[in-house]
Each structure stands twice: as C-alpha cells, then as structure tokens.
C-alpha cells in the first residue's frame, strides 16, 4: 500500500509542478495577450470597413468553388473502391473467398477480375494494395513485384512510387496554379469584365484590389508546396510492411491504409488552405482585418484625382458664373434672390433665433467659431495680399 501511494504521490507532483508554472505564465501572457488583441482591432477600425471590391468577386468565387469541390471528392461515391473495407474481410482472408463475397456484393470490373486479383493473391501485393490503391497495381506496366519481395524492403519500390507520383501529385499542381490565378495583378479584372460581358477588353484594374490578392501569393504558394512536399515525403518513407505485423492482421480495422488516408488528408487540406485564402482576401479586401495603410502610389493618386475633381467643380462655377454675368435676365433674377435673402435674415424671427443661438453658445464656444472662421478666412485669401482680423477679413 504505501509503494502505490508513494506512486501516486510522484504522479501528482507533475500537475502540481504545471499549475505552478503555468500560473506565472498565464498572469503574464494574457494580458499582453489581451492587449495586442484590443490594439490590432482598434487598429482596424481606424479605417472604415469598406464593400468588397466587385473584381474580387469572381476571385472569391473561384475559390470557394474549388474548396467545395474538393470536399464533394470526399464523398463515399467518388473514393476508390476499397474491396476489404467494402467485403469486411480479415486481412488474411484467401483470394477466392474476398472476391466471391465481392461477386455477391456487385458485379466484378475486368481489371479486379484479372490484374487486381493475380496481384493481391500474394502478400506483398496486398501490402502494396493498402498503401497505393487499386489503380496502381492494375495499370502500371513497367512496376516490378520482385523489387519487394527481398524482406530487407520495407518502403514502397521506386518503379510503383514513380507511376503513383503524378496522379498524387495533380491536385496539388492544379491548386498552386488555381492560387496563382486568383493572386495575379489581372486575373480579377479579366473574370470580372469576360463575366460582365462578351468583349475581351479589360476592365479597370483596381490597384488596391490587385494589390490584396497579391500580398497573399507567397504565403499561400508556399504553404501549397510544402502540403505537396509532405505528401510525397509520407508515400515514400511509409514502411509498407507494418500491415504484415501480427497486431494488424487481427482485424480490418487494424490495417493502415495509406491510399485512402492520405487521400482525405489531401483534398481537406487543400479545401481548407483554399477557404483560408478566400478568407484572408475577403478580410484584406474589406479592411476587417490585415489592413496595410494605403501605399505612396495609391496616396498621390487619390490626391491628384481629388485635385482633378475640384479643378473640374471650380471650372463648371466659373463657366455658370460668367453666363450669369453675360445674360440681363439671369443678372435681374441673381439681383432679386440676393434682395430677398436680406431681407429674410432682417425679419425679426430670424435675428431673434439667430441671437438666442448665440446666446445658448456662450463666450468660449463663441470665440473657438470666431477663430475658425478667421483661419478659413486667411486660407481662402491667402496670397492676395488682403489682410485679415479677429473675424471676416478686411480691408488695409
């Protein structure tokens, strides 16, 4: 009894040793934590959340699309077919029992009645089975099964891992190129304006639209190569021969098998890194959250189209202030609005309301607005060389 407390006593000083460390710990992370949460969402709401730009639509669209797609992939319907699982034989069934309970199941396919079964009637085959698929065995023609039988082989022989590399390997190549597309400069615009309409013409690309997609180009293709990477490295370096241990051929639930696996690891992968991506742009894109302040380029152009515009607004105020000036009957309508103007702002109910406002104001208020108008004063004046005072301006 008192060996199994001192063993208990020994196993509760881990816990206890955790608490106190992670006590410290968390005191001075979570507030920090805490913090840095609070500035980095402050720091996005200092910028007004904006409408999602429409180029980045069909972007967005592109990639949800592929993500759901690759999740229907997922589907029982579309795996390859796995006949143990789908017989629910023991590992060390015969051939001729396993196909006969799959003969009773559906109809037998030329390649199982024939290629299939000669190669998983012997055991490396059937080990090759469980980590390469049907596909493989049946339609590789240059693939060797004496590359495997020497028992110091454990991994997958080259021939059959150079015939299985290119089919596993295409998602991850058509999901770095759909990346590719969706973070190129024109790639939105191009969408956007053969989906508007029939012309080929590029519509207007937006500098600040072009410049979120690609601003995730490198993280994303990155982390696209290193899932294809991963996916390789596991294939090749997978000891092939832990299937043949006695723990595994207990039962089908025992047996690793690798094809289909790595097959659901890949395209959920792939659906999630794509989610992510659309994710990260439609954030960006709407400054919720990454937001990049606008670059020199995108400051110099907002100010010289607003240069633009208020040239062009004071242009039309010139052009219809001088047609007024040149036409007798516009000159007589100006004088009479200007004539009963005044002489609404001398009625007694205006002057009384405009009083009791100023009144209502007070004396600090009052002078900050006088101060106010003296500065919009001396800016609209400025270079003129009219003097001004406390108030309006005035003359020397």
């Known amino acids: 009894m008192s060996r199994i407390n001192r063993s208990l006593a020994k196993t509760d000083t881990i816990p206890r040793s955790l608490n106190t460390l992670a006590l410290p710990i968390l005191f001075y992370i979570a507030p920090r934590a805490l913090a840095l949460y609070r500035s980095v969402r402050s720091s996005a709401y200092k910028q007004s959340i904006r409408p999602l730009p429409p180029q980045l639509v069909p972007v967005l669209t592109l990639l949800l699309l592929s993500a759901g797609l690759t999740l229907i992939l997922l ?102 190129f759909l990346i590719g597309l969706v973070t190129s400069p024109i790639a939105g615009s191009f969408i956007y304006s053969f989906l508007s309409t029939s012309s080929l013409p590029l519509a207007p690309t937006s500098t600040s639209s072009s410049t979120t997609t690609a601003r995730w180009r490198t993280p994303f293709l990155t982390i696209s190569i290193a899932l294809a990477a991963a996916d390789v490295y596991f294939l090749a370096t997978y000891d092939v021969r832990t299937n043949a241990s006695p723990a595994a051929l207990r039962s089908i639930e025992s047996v690793d098998f690798l094809h289909w696996r790595l097959r659901t690891y890949r395209l959920s992968s792939l659906a999630l890194l794509n989610t992510l991506l659309a994710t990260c742009i439609y954030l960006s894109a709407t400054n919720r959250f990454f937001i990049n302040p606008p670059s020199i380029h995108d400051r110099l152009t907002a100010v010289g189209q607003g240069l633009e515009v208020g040239n062009a607004r004071l242009w039309a105020t010139g052009m219809v202030k001088n047609s007024v000036v040149r036409s007798a009957e516009l000159r007589r309508k100006e004088g009479e609005y200007w004539e009963e103007e005044g002489r609404v702002w001398e009625e007694r109910e205006v002057v009384s309301a405009i009083q009791g406002a100023l009144r209502r104001m007070g004396r600090e208020q009052l002078g900050v607005l006088e101060h106010a108008a003296a500065e919009r004063a001396g800016v609209v004046v400025a270079g003129m060389g009219v003097p001004t005072g406390t108030g309006a301006p005035g003359g020397g």
């Open 75 to 176: 589907l029982p319907q579309f795996k390859p077919t796995n006949i143990f699982a789908l017989t629910s034989a023991r590992p060390t069934t015969s051939t001729n029992v396993l196909f006969e309970k799959l003969a009773s199941i559906r109809p037998l396919t030329g390649q199982e009645e024939g290629p299939l079964r000669s190669a998983i009637g012997r055991k490396e085959g059937r080990l090759l089975y469980y980590a390469l698929g049907p596909d493989t065995l049946t339609e590789c023609m240059f693939c060797s099964p004496a590359e495997f039988e020497n028992p110091g082989v454990s991994t997958i022989p080259l021939s059959y891992l150079v015939y299985q590399l290119p089919s596993q390997l295409t998602p991850h190549i058509l999901n770095v």
